[in-house]
């Protein structure tokens, strides 16, 4: 259970959250036409005449982003309704040419499922939760409106017209902004999985509506409001934050919360009234005649779920269970697909050339990916050209630190270089000198000196204080310039202090 | 030789194939009635050229020695329901008068493939919503026939497809298309002594026809004869992936699989069909069509449609209700008509735009949909007429069990002047009492001329078929053709 509360002057409230979060289907056109769904275009030249609304046009399903959606619902583990409906939503608004929306009301593609969000100590989440996704379904995106082009008209922009969109309607089942913001975090990231929503809020690609309502704890639902298109997991959290503590103050100074629908201003972190359920508008759903039922046939939901990759939950699984990382490695290896997507590429290379199972050298490559590379590539700022670091390349630097052929310190030496230049490892190694030794004869020949030139602390060594063996080893890294092996020089170094 | 305007589909078609007469004289005759024509106020615009480009066509076609397709050289009337690219496509609404799409819609682009032409785009009821072709922005259409006593009182057409009627009827276009959403088709062919068939739905793409009730509009033809009607529809339907509800089935052989001999074959007449207040001499129609049929070796059984009387009261609520949603894209924003009075923002310019842009029976008829589709009422509405609509297409089901075609009226009454109903939208809507339930069980249903009335105004008999079954119904339409033997002709008035 989450421990957030709000603590209002006559105790402590309970703040229950709800998200409909509208995701756009990453697919080449849109729901009901061939019209391209490329961000960013000029206005207007990406509209067919079905988005336009002309007089007779019709729409038809695109088959790519039923499949999405259905891969979606799949990977929330959800029910897949074989037969679905598309409904339409009656309203007149410029934005929206048919003056209705097509979407699925009464009948939607996917029904219950759920995910899960981790704990996080720090962010008040004590546990791992289950938070259920009620129904997903598909639905067209409307036009933009532009009211800064002339002093007195609003222009249209239709690209974004017909556009797929999934509406992934929670449950109730969140209690803190954190919880909130954590849900949307996994959400984004199984869609960047699944690879049906690029998940880029930045661009609309992802928008929430918040759904907050207040209550004493263990009581009934307070009424709640509903704050749409928050675009940003910040946004979401920092809507709830200010929505619970206005219902909550209303609540205390006598007042109730009125159903309503509010909009979210990020320059002062509030949100405001938009309209209230008296004015809501009475959409007049029904069935679209002009499109049959969806029928879901066996070989298409197979297909479906055949082409579902790993997911998050089970790929942070297996990177604990069976590559033995620890469980903070795995939950930052595979948050994002880009990450995790360059780990297991890394990684297959390092094992290969290492001769080793993946599990074997996972831990190191874990380490590398996760400390010693970003380190050196934030270092470098903009010198780094990311495009150098292959995993050719830094797999060639992992298996020279295995061979002991150059230490921790030449390996950051030597990827700066790569990143800077695209070199190949081995012939910077080489040519720039930075190499370990671990010929004993050699490396002995410096520790002799060393020991001859401190025979006081050798002495003092021998008497008992065992921290002095630091020094030696110190003394002798830097007689070689730092270019011996660190663990031969460490074996001779015993053996010769007995 | 026949004037070349008394000629149909097939005797055109034929004709221009034998090097009888080319296309393109076909087209001047029927270029010149049209002229001729303008009292009847059939057409909304006339395209001329059009007629004579496509009837170059082939006739040039036809000197290289190609293939001729299905309607090669016959020029037909085009309902301005349908868009034809570069031609003003109004839907015979002042909204979208000026409109000229930059696409052609499946159905039309089908006739123009198979070798036909356009004379002109064909006046109708605004949005096909009327029985009368009344509620026309461009005016009444007038019907050609005339009461026998002398009376000269203007008679209509009959409607949504009243230009269609009118201009096939008066010899000015061998054919036309018509749009058939709850007979309007049947009911004006039936009025003005032609022949029309509204086929199973998806047969012909809705795709580029102004949409009037989704789930309800089909398109058909209108001719002189079932023969033509078969052929015409052969080019104007097929699968169309532009449109969802497109069935995907091949084009039967239609004009080729005719025959009238119904050995075998039963014909149901359903008793819910004999209606208080119904026309004697329309049952006296009813009753040579059973003799007629007898004749040609079929067996007449009784069967019943229990549920006939809920179809005219669901088929206002559901048609209404998907033409309140329909209409909604036109609001001024993209094309044909706005009002923007001073100082107007989007709402005002949305009364303004579609208070002077839509007819009185248009705005009736969304204010209808718009209510049975509110909050708290649309249970017991919308709902509940889907529910009849089940009933009434199970009604078919049962009876097809019994019969393989059904005999019925295609009106209550023979055609009414102008101006006697449209002070009384619920007289209006009656006349499509015989030819809503059709519509409503999605299935082919086709008027041909029986007899003239005393009045001497045509009277027409409906012929509904199993869906996909169009070749049943043209088939019975074709005994009762060769029985009926109906040649009245309108007396030239105008």
């Not at chain 2, 000197?63 to 037909?76: E, H, S, Y």
């Not at chain 2, 091949?250 to 209606?275: H, I």
């Not at chain 2, 209700?321 to 310019?349: K, T």
């Not at chain 2, 086709?446 to 169009?470: R, T, W, Y």
């Amino acid at each position: 259970m989450s421990s957030y509360r709000i603590q209002g002057a006559t105790g402590e409230w309970e703040v229950v959250i709800g998200l409909e979060v509208h995701a756009q289907v990453t697919s080449n056109a849109k729901l009901f036409s061939g019209a391209s769904t490329e961000f960013g275009a000029e206005p207007n030249t990406q509209v067919s005449l079905i988005d336009a609304a002309m007089p007779g046009m019709l729409p038809v399903p695109n088959r790519e982003c039923i499949r999405q959606a259905v891969r979606t619902g799949m990977a929330i583990e959800a029910v897949i309704n074989r037969w679905s409906r598309f409904d339409r939503k009656n309203y007149f608004y410029a934005d929206l040419p048919q003056g209705y929306q097509i979407s699925q009301l009464y009948h939607p593609l996917v029904g219950e499922g759920s995910l899960t969000i981790e704990a996080d100590e720090k962010a008040g989440i004590p546990q791992d939760k289950v938070i259920g996704v009620e129904r997903i379904h598909v639905e067209q995106d409307a036009g933009k409106l532009m009211h800064d082009q002339h002093p007195t008209m609003s222009y249209v922009d239709l690209n974004r017209c017909g556009v797929a969109l999934m509406e992934i309607v929670s449950r109730p089942d969140m209690r803190s902004p954190a919880e909130a913001g954590a849900y949307v975090r996994k959400l984004r990231t199984i869609l960047r999985y699944v690879g049906s929503c690029d998940g880029n809020m930045e661009e609309g690609s992802m928008r929430a509506d918040v759904n907050v309502s207040v209550r004493r704890p263990g009581e009934e639902l307070g009424i709640r409001t509903e704050t749409k298109n928050v675009n940003s997991v910040r946004f979401v959290m920092q809507t709830i934050e200010y929505e619970a503590r206005r219902q909550v103050d209303l609540i205390e100074d006598g007042g109730t919360v009125v159903q309503e629908t509010r909009l979210f201003d990020p320059n002062t972190g509030t949100t405001r009234s938009m309209r209230s359920k008296e004015d809501a508008h009475d959409y007049r759903y029904f069935p679209d005649p002009d499109l049959l039922p969806l029928e879901l046939d066996d070989a298409f939901l197979e297909e479906c779920r055949a082409s579902l990759p790993e997911l998050p939950d089970a790929k942070r699984r297996r990177y604990v269970e069976e590559l033995g990382l620890s469980d903070y490695n795995a939950a930052v290896l595979t948050a994002e697909v880009e990450t995790f997507a360059r780990f297991e590429t890394l990684l297959a290379e390092t094992a290969k050339r290492l001769g080793k199972s993946e599990k074997d050298a996972a831990t190191q490559v874990a380490n590398w990916s996760l400390s010693v590379a970003p380190g050196v590539m934030n270092a470098l700022g903009d010198e780094a050209n990311p495009a150098h670091a292959t995993a050719e390349a830094q797999a060639a630097i992992l298996q020279m630190q295995t061979a002991g052929e150059i230490s921790g310190g030449q390996a950051k030496e030597i990827f700066e270089i790569v990143l800077k230049t695209g070199r190949e490892p081995a012939e910077i190694a080489e040519t720039e000198g930075l190499k370990q030794q671990s010929d004993t004869g050699a490396i002995e020949a410096e520790i002799d000196k060393v020991l001859a030139a401190n025979a006081d602390k050798v002495e003092e060594y021998r008497g008992g204080k065992d921290k002095l063996f630091g020094f030696f080893v110190g003394q002798t890294m830097k007689a070689t310039q730092g270019k011996a092996n660190p663990a031969v020089v460490n074996e001779l170094l015993k053996a010769k202090l007995g | 030789m026949t004037e070349l305007t008394e000629l149909g589909v097939k005797a055109i078609r034929d004709g221009v194939a034998a090097g009888d007469f080319t296309a393109r004289e076909v087209a001047e005759a029927h270029n010149t009635a049209v002229a001729a024509g303008g009292a009847l106020n059939a057409f909304i615009v006339t395209t001329p050229d059009h007629a004579l480009a496509a009837a170059e066509k082939v006739d040039a076609a036809r000197a290289a020695g190609k293939q001729l397709g299905a309607m090669a050289g016959v020029p037909i009337g085009m309902k301005d329901l349908f868009a034809t690219q570069g031609v003003q496509t109004t839907a015979a609404s002042h909204i979208l008068e000026g409109f000229t799409p930059e696409y052609e819609s499946t159905v039309s682009q089908n006739l123009w493939s198979a070798g036909a032409g356009m004379l002109g785009k064909l006046n109708l009821d605004q949005f096909a919503m009327g029985s009368s072709n009344e509620t026309s922005y461009f005016g009444n259409v007038i019907s050609p026939w005339r009461h026998k006593d002398g009376g000269n009182a203007d008679l209509a057409p009959g409607g949504s497809s009243g230009g269609s009627s009118a201009v096939v009827a008066a010899r000015i276009a061998p054919a036309a298309t018509g749009t058939d959403t709850g007979g309007s088709i049947r009911q004006p062919a039936a009025f003005t002594g032609i022949c029309g068939i509204k086929p199973t739905y998806g047969r012909c793409s809705r795709w580029g026809v102004v949409a009037f009730a989704s789930s309800l509009d089909q398109a058909g033809p209108m001719a002189r004869s079932v023969e033509d009607c078969a052929i015409m529809l052969g080019a104007m339907a097929g699968f169309d992936p532009k449109d969802s509800t497109s069935l995907d089935l091949p084009v039967p052989e239609w004009e080729a699989n005719l025959s009238a001999d119904l050995r075998g074959k039963k014909v149901g007449v359903p008793k819910e069909y004999r209606m208080e207040g119904t026309d004697p001499e329309i049952l006296d129609s009813w009753e040579r069509g059973k003799e007629w049929l007898r004749d040609a070796g079929a067996e007449v059984v009784d069967i019943s449609l229990p549920h006939t009387k809920y179809a005219l009261p669901a088929y206002y609520i559901i048609a209404p209700a998907e033409a309140s949603s329909n209409l909604a894209r036109y609001d001024g924003v993209r094309y044909g008509l706005r009002e923007l009075p001073d100082g107007a923002g989007l709402q005002d310019m949305y009364a303004a735009t579609r208070a002077a842009g839509f007819g009185d029976e248009v705005k009736r008829r969304i204010l209808i949909g718009t209510y049975v589709l509110s909050a708290g009422f649309y249970d017991a509405y919308y709902n509940q007429a889907q529910r009849v609509r089940t009933l009434i297409a199970r009604d078919f089901e049962k009876a097809w069990a019994q019969c393989d075609v059904i005999l019925a009226p295609t009106t209550p009454t023979a055609a009414f002047a102008l101006g006697d109903k449209m002070d009384d939208p619920l007289a209006m809507y009656l006349n499509d009492v015989f030819a809503v339930p059709a519509s409503l069980a999605g299935l082919p249903a086709m008027s041909v001329p029986a007899m003239l009335n005393g009045n001497g105004l045509p009277l027409g008999l409906q012929l509904i078929g199993k869906a996909f079954d169009e070749q049943g119904v043209l088939n019975a339409g074709l005994a009762i053709q060769q029985r009926a033997a109906f040649d009245a002709q309108p007396e030239k008035w105008w």
